[in-house]
């Protein structure tokens, strides 16, 4: 956008003196933090990038196939129930009248 004032500047008022469209400078000391800050974001995202990727895989496809195996595998085994097991009352239907054996 600046350089589009400028450019109509200069056609329709003429250039007199061409340090007259170059914006003030900023001071040293903000330009001096605004470089910290930029490395500081830059040293940060790699950091995270890198620490995202670790520990290396060698394998991700076979990884992220096994997910399920292996997440049933730290899972315990429901326990199994026989209804039909000596020593153990047949289940029955709420209000069924029990039936001699």
Known sequence: M???Y??????FAGLDDPWSLVPTAAPGGALALLALVAVGAA?????VRGL??????DDGEVDRSRAMLWRSERLTPP???????PGKPRPRAPGAVRVAV
Do not use: G, K, M
């Open 52 to 57: 995202r990727a670790w520990p290396p895989l």
């Open 43 to 47: 040293l940060s995202w790699i950091a």
């Open 2 to 4: 600046v350089s589009l």
């Open 79 to 85: 326990p199994l129930r026989d209804p039909d097991a």
């Open 6 to 11: 400028t450019l109509f500047h200069v056609l």
